[in-house]
């Protein structure tokens, strides 16, 4: 990993202060990410924080599929993967940390280290790409999708970090952003390649979903699991999918009975959810989804009887699967499922997944 010092005004060394610095760590993901050609999207809650995405291969939304197969053809592996460029306007530098800038000691400079509050940014922008382009589950796709990466995996695809010294109100903008791209690009590098997808970019419309799409992924953890689960199907790794579907599915069917029976039953804000912590804990989740569905949903919201049906029957798999299930046969209740079972029950988690995502979208607006 190198580590760069970039001065974009000229100051003293003597009069520098933590004011002046900024720091940029530029991230050379192993997919592609579909937000054309560069792309900015900044932290749901901290103004000083924001992601640049450069990709070198842009390809327009409607273009046609061979001729985007086309392009891929013609491009060296790393043409299409995605740079994140992560911009930290008011870094918190360890001690020693800003006398090793003042004095240009890069190799005392770690502030890409574990626990970057871009890790974290970067992974919702992942998260978001996959709620966005491929929805609850793609039929025949062989493509390794985007999936969310650990902070050591991110640690791993660091390009460089960058120092940015400038007067406290100088703006970042694009022009700036695209000459640090251009700086790596004259970089050797030598990182693993990964999946496509589909590479086309977003449309405008897809892009507004997109950003919309970093902001729940904040507020609620099961939209991180869906996208996990989603990943893990397309993966072919049905098991797992199930698994993830499922806590997806728990973790917004809790959060649909909060918001639906909060005005139900009167109580301060704390035996409320004493109330619900115990209810959703101790009841069966089998039983709590029928009767959410059938009783609390609006007939509109509700999914099908077969969608429904083939969700129980995911929770059944799921089920087999958690508590380590033994037929009389010996063998692993699992084992006995056939794939076309398990791919039902996962599309029918997603499906009543989904229903109960809208309802609960729709009263947090409400």
């Known amino acids: ?13 003597d009069n520098l202060t933590p004011a002046h610095v900024r720091t940029a760590t530029i991230v050379r993901l192993p ?9 900015q999207i900044a932290d749901p809650d901290n103004d000083r924080l924001e992601i640049w995405l450069r990709n070198k291969l842009s390809i327009p939304h409607d273009a046609d599929v061979h001729e985007v197969m086309n392009q891929v053809t013609r491009a060296s592996r790393d043409e299409f993967l995605t740079d994140a460029l992560i911009m930290n306007c008011q870094p918190e530098l360890r001690p020693g940390e800003f006398e090793a800038i003042r004095t240009k000691k890069t190799e005392a400079i770690g502030f890409a280290s574990f626990g970057n ?27 390794s999708w985007p999936a969310m990466l650990t902070e050591r995996e991110t640690f791993e695809h660091i390009l460089v970090e960058v120092v940015l010294l400038a007067d406290p ?56 699991l869906k996208t996990k689960a989603i990943a893990a199907m397309l993966g072919d790794n049905a098991i797992v999918a199930i698994v993830l579907g499922c806590a997806a599915l728990e973790g917004v069917h809790g959060a649909f009975m909060r918001l639906t029976l909060r005005d139900r039953i009167p109580g301060k804000n704390g035996e409320f959810n004493k109330f619900m912590n115990d209810l959703l804990r101790e009841q ?46 010996g063998k692993y209740k699992i084992r006995e499922f056939s794939r076309k079972e398990i791919n039902n029950g996962y599309s029918g988690i997603m499906a009543v997944y989904r229903a109960f995502e809208a309802a609960v979208e729709s009263r947090e607006k409400s």
């Not at 998260?127 to 382009?133: D, E, G």
Request: glycine fraction near 8%; include cysteine; proline fraction near 3%.
């Open 1 to 13: 990993m190198q580590r760069i010092i970039r001065k974009l005004n000229e100051i003293n060394a």
């Open 31 to 39: 997919f592609h990410l579909c937000t054309g050609s560069i792309f």
């Open 117 to 143: 509050p871009g890790f974290r940014l970067l992974n919702e922008v992942v998260a978001a790409h996959q709620m966005v382009r491929l929805g609850p589950y793609v039929s025949g796709m062989g493509a």
């Open 169 to 224: 109100d100088r703006t970042i903008d694009k022009d700036i952003i695209l000459n640090l791209f251009d700086d790596i690009d004259q970089l050797p590098f030598s990182l693993p390649g990964g999946g496509m997808g589909d590479l086309r970019d977003y449309s405008s419309e897809q892009i507004a979903a997109l950003e919309l799409a970093v902001r729940k992924v904040r507020n609620h953890a099961f939209y991180e």
């Open 284 to 329: 069966g989740f089998y039983s709590l989804v029928q009767l959410s569905v059938r009783v609390l949903m609006n007939a509109e919201e509700r999914p099908s009887d077969d969608e429904l049906e083939h969700c129980l029957n995911g929770v059944t798999i799921r089920n087999a699967i958690m508590h380590a299930g033994i037929k009389g046969t």
